[in-house]
């Protein structure tokens, strides 16, 4: 949309033939160019960017309105009902913030999850969210708006989503100075499945907001260095980079981002001698303002002077005062910079800081910088396996598999690298900071996008704005049809020919032949204009079909759907037959749990439900879905994976209920049973003796009785129905004896039963999806010790801090006493792993190559 700037110059500029006279009264009485918008309507030209202005303003508004629609669809579908997981706990932490207040939120220890010791949730959860969700039920009560707490954090998602769009607006628009570029990078950002999946209605996440609030840290800094007096505006991306560590720990990524970029726009200033202290201004602001409000975030803290992960943003800053002080130097002395007295000047300085940084790190404690957090280093270092299965887990999942990153991103997933021309020439023409961040914030999230899958949510702006780069070179293309500066034929008038001699002038014409003459010329020119119109919107037709054949719209309604559902409630499968739309067993069973079970019930399960039992069903849960502790949450895999008896007498002192996930034909905790395996035989060791990997927990081919096989051809005919016949598979001995298996077989597999004075069946979902069994001859005396408030340990004596204590039981003590957490056999089980697959991966090829 920038092609009519240069029509509305050449259109403007006088005539060759025209006289000085002319000439200078047309630059003391300008008349306003005039063009045709699609060759109909005449309009002044300065109207034509308030018709691509006004376009653009229609766009954003229907996507933002089609984004907000896709995202609340699934409100009419289920209810205004919370996703499954982390959305449970946040609702009951902004339930706590709303009825205690934010001081006694950030002194709350909670004794429901992490039984028997609990967790200090102040201390460890991100508040923001809880923030957010409490003001704006508070601002909408006081507008004589009533709406349920628990409504206000089902729509938050889909609130900042739409606003989530406008700031991508803002950010494209700062880096392109292109409407068409805001605009399509807007419209790819809004509706692609790596921003749909965390901004959802009901997915009340921390992620829902930190995408807003990173983008909004992002546009004003690039926003503060417009110009050398745009400086002031980095206060205020440090107040938005505070809300964002506030709201999420990726606020670490944004940190470093930000400062990556001052220290290479530095670099970059300093080699084109452009030097301005308008950067140091703005990040030095940027950086005191975000830090201050960042350490008061309490799971932040100090970290950004003590964690390796932080101090960049801090060795950045120090960087740019040595670059200050030696411009200022070395304006004062009159060296020039590129002189062999201005580069040695600038290494004298810049290792006086070296030093001094050196010092500072010696001088520090022991234990005073922490080193990078083990999933940092796995990012980092992108290495296979860290032997911790929770970290391994959650990163497992790496999008260097190009159709993961195909799903997350569709089509902006080619644009980002097809992008990259078009943007490097257009940085190359007009170089500026802003786009300097894009492609900086581009390269970075490219490499940190192929370790995780997490990484991509934060890396979709960059990908969709690349992507819009190059709709913007074939609209920009397209726009010279649209827009014709060249007018209509008019009657040509006879004024001027007096200065014509009698030879030169053209024998009169009638009427008739004039008109004619005139009808001809503008059939012409609407004919060649047409052709021009025609072949300058091919490219982007083609671009459109090229995107529609990607089956993007398809891709997306489909991503939709699938992120839609609540989780603990979704539609029936086709491929069932049951007659129920919905199924909602998940949702039933913890329900049942909070409508037939003692107030003081303690429910053993898998730690991901922990979030549901106490939100849902408002009882203590063992673990509630945080991975904070994993030695406790191997604990709790022991007691599922253990034979039946051994897990009895543990867990008859931890628990009044079990609950299971116990469906076939959907999710199951059988289908995870080699993942709980392995965990806990990460600390205990007698789970999968002499198999860290635990690789023979789990199912396995059923054992067929060998065949009689009386010739070859009733030989062949065997085989081939052997191989014909459906695979059946059978438990492991190690499984076969479990109670999860136990728990989940007894009486629906044949010759499973399960010891009724050990644990009592109470409750099977309509569908048999959930089951719930009541532990038998509970010990009330452990249960009792734990309840106590003098069995927990307060550290300092006094603190708020006080976690609970193990039953002192000789069953669970001396489980304790053999837990070993040694991850290293775990690596090396890997690396032994790996060798075995590539060495028979060799012996196949070489067998095929014989």
């Known amino acids: 949309m920038g092609n009519h700037r240069k029509n509305k110059d050449r259109a403007a500029a006088p005539d060759e033939g025209a006289s000085s006279t002319q000439a200078s009264s047309t630059e003391e009485q300008p008349e306003s160019a005039e063009t045709l918008f699609l060759g109909q309507y005449q309009l002044p030209e ?20 089609l984004g907000y629609s896709l995202r609340v669809r699934n409100v009419a579908e289920f209810g205004a009902l919370l996703h499954n997981s982390d959305p449970w706990f946040n ?66 998602p889909a609130w900042f989503s739409v606003l989530a769009c406008l700031l991508q607006v803002l950010f494209s628009y700062e880096v392109s100075h292109s409407l068409s570029v805001s605009v399509t990078s807007t419209i790819l950002f809004t509706v692609i499945p790596a921003h749909l999946m965390r901004s959802m209605a009901g997915e009340f996440d921390n992620e829902c907001i930190a995408m807003a609030a990173m983008l909004l840290t992002f546009y004003l800094w690039v926003r503060s260095l417009r110009t050398r007096a745009s400086w002031p505006i980095g206060a205020l991306a440090g107040v938005a980079y505070g809300y964002m560590a506030a709201a999420w720990g990726g606020y670490i990524f944004v940190l470093n981002m930000v400062a990556l970029h001052a220290g290479v726009a530095a670099l970059v200033d300093w080699a084109r001698n452009t030097y301005s202290p308008s950067l140091l201004r703005s990040y030095a602001l940027f950086y005191v303002v975000g830090t201050a409000l960042a350490t008061r975030v309490p799971p932040v803290d100090m970290a950004p002077f003590r964690s390796l992960e932080l101090l960049g943003g801090l060795v950045v800053l120090l960087f740019l005062c040595g670059q200050s002080v030696c411009e200022l130097q070395r304006a004062r002395t009159g060296v020039e910079r590129f002189s062999r007295r201005g580069v040695a000047q600038l290494i004298r300085i810049y290792a006086a800081f070296f030093v001094a940084i050196v010092v500072a790190a010696l001088c520090a404690p022991a234990g005073f910088i922490k080193p990078l957090s083990i999933q940092a280093d796995k990012l980092i270092r992108n290495v296979p396996h860290t032997g911790n299965p929770l970290v391994d887990v959650m990163l497992a999942e790496d999008a260097s598999n190009l159709l993961v990153a195909w799903r997350l991103l569709l089509f902006p997933f080619f644009g980002w690298m097809i992008g990259l021309t078009p943007f490097l020439s257009s940085m190359t023409e007009h170089y500026t900071h802003a786009k300097c961040f894009l492609l900086l914030y581009g390269v970075v999230g490219l490499y940190f996008s192929t370790c995780t899958v997490r990484m991509i949510v934060m890396v979709a702006p960059a990908a969709c704005v690349f992507t819009a780069f190059v709709f913007q070179w074939v609209l920009n293309f397209a726009q010279a049809g649209l827009f014709w500066t060249e007018m209509p034929p008019e009657e040509e008038r006879n004024e001027g020919d ?36 025609m072949v300058r919107v091919l490219p982007l037709m083609a671009l459109l079909f090229l995107v529609r054949l990607s089956g993007f719209v398809e891709d997306v309604n489909e991503t939709a759907d699938q992120f839609s559902a609540p989780g603990i409630v979704f539609h029936n499968h086709p491929s069932t037959d049951w007659k129920d739309d919905t199924i909602d067993d998940y949702y039933k069973g913890f329900v049942w749990l909070r409508e037939h079970t003692p107030e003081d019930a303690r429910v053993l399960a898998w730690f991901d439900y922990g979030y549901q039992i106490t939100g849902i069903g408002n009882r203590t849960s063992l673990a509630d879905g945080n991975t904070w502790n ?94 014909e016949a459906p695979v059946e598979y059978e438990p492991s001995p190690l499984l076969a004896r479990s109670l999860l298996y136990h728990l989940h077989a007894n009486g629906t597999t044949e010759g499973v039963s399960l010891d009724a004075s050990m644990f009592q069946h109470v409750f099977t979902s309509i569908h048999g999806l959930v089951r719930i069994y009541k532990v038998m001859n509970v010990s009330r005396e452990s249960k009792r010790w734990v309840a106590d ?62």
Request: with cysteine.
């Open 46 to 65: 300065e109207y034509t960017g308030l018709v691509c202005l006004s376009l653009s303003i229609a766009v954003v508004a229907g996507i933002a309105y």
């Open 91 to 156: 609702y009951r932490a902004t339930e706590y913030m709303s009825e205690h207040g934010w001081k006694a939120f950030f002194r709350w220890f909670d004794y429901m999850s992490w039984y028997p010791l609990g967790r200090p949730v102040g201390s460890t959860t991100y508040p923001g969210l809880q923030f957010t969700a409490v003001a704006i039920h508070r601002v909408l009560a006081a507008l004589g708006v009533r709406m349920s707490l628990s409504h206000v954090c089902v729509l938050i």
């Open 498 to 533: 007096a200065a014509r001699t009698e030879k030169d002038r053209p024998p009169p014409q009638t009427a008739e032949a004039q008109e004619a003459a005139l009808r001809k010329k503008k059939e012409e020119w609407t004919s060649k204009n047409t052709k021009k119109f």
């Open 630 to 723: 994993y030695e406790h949450i191997a604990t709790i895999g022991k007691m599922l994976t253990s034979p039946v008896a051994e897990a009895h007498s543990l867990v008859r002192h931890m628990a009044d209920y079990v609950f299971i996930f116990a469906g076939d034909t959907f999710f199951s905790d059988l289908d995870r049973s080699p993942l709980l395996a392995r965990m806990a035989n990460s600390v205990y060791h007698d789970i999968c003796p002499n198999d860290p990997l635990c690789r023979h927990f789990g199912f396995q081919k059923k054992q067929k009785a060998a065949l009689k096989r009386r010739s070859r051809l009733l030989q062949h005919s065997e085989l081939q129905a052997e191989d």
């Open 789 to 850: 408030p003098a069995n927990r340990v307060c550290n300092p004596p006094g603190s708020w801090i006080c976690p609970g204590q193990y039953p002192p039981a000789k069953e669970i003590q001396a489980m304790l006493a053999h837990q070993h957490s040694n991850f290293q056999d775990l690596v090396d089980a890997y690396e032994e792993a790996a060798m075995e697959e590539m060495l028979d991966d060799e012996y196949a090829r070489g067998g095929d190559d014989m």
